[in-house]
């Protein structure tokens, strides 16, 4: 490949989705920056909220990316997404935190290094979509929606329930050949009341495993010398766990356009479209349909991991099927079909529509003094008897949260009708690993001349 | 870079261009030969013998939806290198047939043999991987792909239909390299059907008739030895439906065989040198147009008669 040829793709690639993307993160950075100028916050204040919103649009862009290969590229309809995060957490929390002994009511798990509980989760939620994906493939495009979104459901009742809440591990494990005793003897899902994410610190764990564990505690300490004075560990610990998952999201990227533009991607888009045609072209559907679930499903388990294993504990009621509606409208906003754009719908999704409510009712609460909210919807309604529709704005603000899901809807419908395709659905992204054009020059622009034989100008 | 220089040769029809012009890139005319080559057997060679190789048995074919018998004891042969057509009125059983044919449907009854192979109750992409094609009677492109994905979709053996190959660094290098062979021929059949200057068009804003050029030009590049055309005709302007026969003409001059499945009974008999005239799920008459239009059964059957 020549420099010139690299440079030329380079510039293409700027044109659009680089300079996209930037612009659509740096006017989301800036609207949180902006707001935190006018709630006061100091320096810390300002770090926190940049941490989490970039964590929200890490772990969205993340998951959108990963749907977008099921339901962009394959047109298979999976509404079972957090059950695929769930496993891949769960088998994390399984295999890597430390064991307890004999008799102890807490939960222990395998104690084994936090890469391998990692893997093993990805693993386990790619072969639990192998699961769900064989019997229901063969169904129709909604018959897989159903089967999917019951599957996600028996995921969070199966860590609920007091069946699988504790399990004894036997002393010796015997396989054949091999025999060997774990060091885990009581092991579960924990049932109602979660687990306990007690192994190491994914971040600490993923800098010593790069080198870079003392160098960060050292810049630490320096900031804690001359910037943040007291504590500054966990503002920072979180701006660079955000730049974990944006490094995440470049490689979920990076897999997944690789994917998508191969002849495999379009395999894939050619099922979307019309599977007894790609079948009458030779193509073993079943296979690719198979492929793409197994790989998708991975990937949320992943993203799942990336999502939760930073918390200090995980409980069965945080993988409810809202978290794959969320997904859901992310993708929508983005464009199913187009990667680029399923990151920018995630990002949009995550600083608009899902973070974006409470910092606006923080905003109004601190541009106008106002006074408290009325504790129930009677007293705020009563406010209109006196003509003062004050009470019931107050309450409208104070129940910001729980009217998230209104706007989304509302946003949704909104799109449904003026913009099914989202923000960048409509684009050619053609599947395929080399430029398309006639080769030898002469393009492959749309030339009408063109249409009675002559091929050239 | 050399098709810039203007020569009365690039002006011809674009798929002959490797025939007449010495100035057309390499490339072109390799993939240009390519397109001859992938018959195996030239029907020159064989054109004195009467009884041909036949690649396409059908033999006790029959098909039950419930209690209705749709195809019944259904047997013929398609010859090699030959334009065959399979007419009747509504209702016959001929789009049945092909869908037996193709593994769309699994026949109650009856084997199909392809190159002496039986393929009966085969998935229709082993059956399409061995070299029978087939076009659906409502044009079936795929629409939100352009032309180009859409032919590209369609050469069999592609490395790069393994994920793995397609992801890994150094695999892709060689997924790119057959993509790009792949790319000439693929132009090439783009020209022979002069739907070049559509290419980077999305399939669903073609034309009715077009998009019968273009799943014709796709089922082409799957490489096979016969090809099921299923109703090609319909919905196709005058002026295109010369174009299309022209092209199926050319075709099988080359060697493909064709099966045809068509109503309309002039186009047919014009055109095929064998019909099979099939009424209510069986085959009523099998022979040449002369045959068929001296047959008084066939008459009876097109004018509503009693059978």
Redesign the interface.
Known sequence: MSTSDLRGRFEGLFERDVTLVLAVLGALYLAYILAGVAFGYGLRGQLNSIANLTFYVGVFGMMALALNLHWGYTGLFNIGIVGFMGIGIYVTALVSKPPVGDGAAQVGGFGLPLFVGVIAGVVIAGLFGLLVALPALRLRADYLAIVTVAFSEIVRFTMMSRTFQTFTVPDTIDLWVVSFDPAADTVGLGGGGGLILNYTNPLEALLRALFLWDPYLGFVSFVEASVIPNNPKPVLDGLLYGVVLIVGVGLFYL?LS??GK??????L??I???E??????????DR?KL?AFV?GAALMGLGGILWYSGRGSITPPSFRPNITFFIWIALIIGGA?SNTGSFLGGAIFAGVLYEGPRYFKNLVETAFELGDAPRNFGEAMAGFASLDPMPFVLYTLDSVSQLRLVIMGVVLIWLMHNRPEGLLGHR?E?????D?A?????G?????????????R | ????D?SPA?????AEGAATGEDT?P??SDASTDLTELVEDDPETRAGDDARYAPLEVEGLRKEFGGITAVDDVSFDVEEGTLTGLIGPNGAGKSTTFNLI?G?LDPTEGTVRFNGEDITGF????I??RGL??T?QIA???????V??NM???P?G??????WR??MPVT?RS??EQ??EQ??R??EVL?FF?I???????AGNLSGGQRKLLEMA??LL?DPDVLLLDEPFAGVNPSLEKRLLEHIHELRERGYTFLIVEHDMDLIMNNCERVIVMHQGRILKDGTPEEIKESEEVIEAYLGGEV
């Open positions: 897999l690789r994917t191969s002849p495999f991607g379009r395999v888009k050619a979307r479209e019309d007894d045609v790609a079948n009458a072209l030779g193509k073993d559907t690719f492929t790989l079909g050619k053609t599947a395929s690993s080399v398309l006639r080769p030898g020059g002469g492959s622009t749309g030339n009408p001349a063109a249409a009675d034989g002559g091929d050239e | 870079m050399s098709e810039t203007d690039s002006e011809s029809a674009p890139p490339s072109a193709t769309m998935q229709p992409h082993e399409a991987n094609a087939r659906f079936r492109e795929l629409e939100e792909m352009t180009l994905e590209m979709l369609a069999k592609q490395v790069g239909e393994s994920l397609s992801i892709r997924v790119q993509e790009t790319l000439d693929v132009w020209d002069e070049d200057h559509l290419a980077d068009e999305y796709r089922a799957t």
